[in-house]
């Protein structure tokens, strides 16, 4: 049996660019990871199958059209022949959550393929799968720190950045991306005029990182927060943690992040945050 983790991804930055003529919008993002997330176990075997568990299972929706499966068809699809097998997946992120944890699923699910098939890790057809798969699948196929561009298909190359101690609120209101994007109003073709993305360089130490993480942004913060109010809360909450240099939105939300220079004051505003709200999702990470 193959095993791999499929860790939270979180946008540090999201800098919608503006709407391209296919309808998708153009964005600017630094991505990073958490440690923590799904786990996905393959059997190799010529019949594909999954079963899900976890205790996030039942907000994954039906297996059959779980993203682990569809990477899977997507792979299988671009080689004939391709040896499938048997997936368990253990669903711990949540849902609906803008930490691309479906998109990680899937990308475990091509790794683990890749793994079970003698595939090198830079064969083109696992990225041509990923990208089919969803807009943030090609990303989470390395799983490692980079700048995403296009509408999520163009990958800058890997950073090498420091561990920054994290906390992870989601509030428990699945937020559903498509809407998020809509509510910016933009119409096919046209572009935005934000500030630009700053420049990250790699080996930036963690004062550098942040200070430059402050002048970006989250171009959808404002319009999740019109979708689900309780993101505005989970910011404030998050700003208010004694010790925290940074707190922002992670992709289409709700999950926010804020960043603090040490793991020690990270685990103590996050059982402080946990007493205040037990019904909310908080996680300690290290996210690189
Ligand atoms: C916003 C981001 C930021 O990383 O993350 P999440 O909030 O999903 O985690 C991603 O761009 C989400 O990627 P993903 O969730 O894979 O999106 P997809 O399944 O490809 O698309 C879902 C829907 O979102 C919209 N969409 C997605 C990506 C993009 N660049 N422009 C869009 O307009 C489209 O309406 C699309 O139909
Ligand atoms: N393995 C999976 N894990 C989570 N959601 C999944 C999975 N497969 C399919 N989905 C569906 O994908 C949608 C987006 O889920 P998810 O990847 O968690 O969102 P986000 O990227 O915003 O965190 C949900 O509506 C969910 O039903």
Known sequence: M????APAKINLTLHILGRRADGYHALESLVVFSGAGDTLSLTPGAALSLDVTGPTAPAAGASDDNLVLRAARNLAGRIEGLRLGAFRLEKRLPVAAGIGGGSSDAAAALRLLAHANDLAADDPRLYEAARATGSDV????????????GAGESLGPLLSLPLLPAVLINPGVPVETRPVFARLGLQPGESVSGGAHPEIPSGADAPALLALLEKGRNDLEDPACLQAPVIVDVLAVLRAARGCRLARMSGSGATCFALFTTPQTAARAARAIRRQHPEWW???????
């Not at 193959?2 to 983790?5: A, D, I, V, W």
């Not at 090609?138 to 700048?147: H, K, S």
């Not at 908080?282 to 690189?288: E, H, N, P, Q, Y």
């Open 2 to 5: 193959l095993s791999t983790r």
């Open 138 to 149: 090609p990303v989470c196929l390395a799983g490692r720190a980079r700048i995403m561009r």
């Open 282 to 288: 908080v996680k300690t990470a290290a996210l690189r």
